[in-house]
């Protein structure tokens, strides 16, 4: 997905701020970064293999929170360790 486009998707949020995470989201190896040779170039994202069982096991737990018949669940830092 072109960097524009999905920024205006994202909406709410800063340039900057869209940039700042794909560049962390790279970092991680949860997205790719390729510019297309394009006139104007333009940058393209794009989840990698990583980033898709990220988002698919994202995705099932937000389901089953959703599902769930407990309305709030408070966690510690100690509860996450």
Do not use: H, W
Not at 2 to 20: C, P
Not at 21 to 30: A, K, M, T, V, W
Not at 58 to 78: D, E, H, Q
């Amino acid at each position: 997905m072109r960097f524009n486009d999905l920024s205006r998707m994202i909406g709410g949020a800063s340039k900057k701020m869209v940039t700042e995470r794909l560049r962390r989201l790279e970092e991680q190896g949860l997205v790719r970064r390729d510019i297309a040779e394009t006139k104007p170039l333009s940058v393209v994202y794009e989840v990698t293999d990583l980033g898709d069982r990220c988002l698919a096991s994202s995705m099932s737990f937000a389901r089953g929170v959703k599902a769930s018949p407990m309305k709030k669940i408070t966690l510690s830092a100690k509860d996450l360790r």
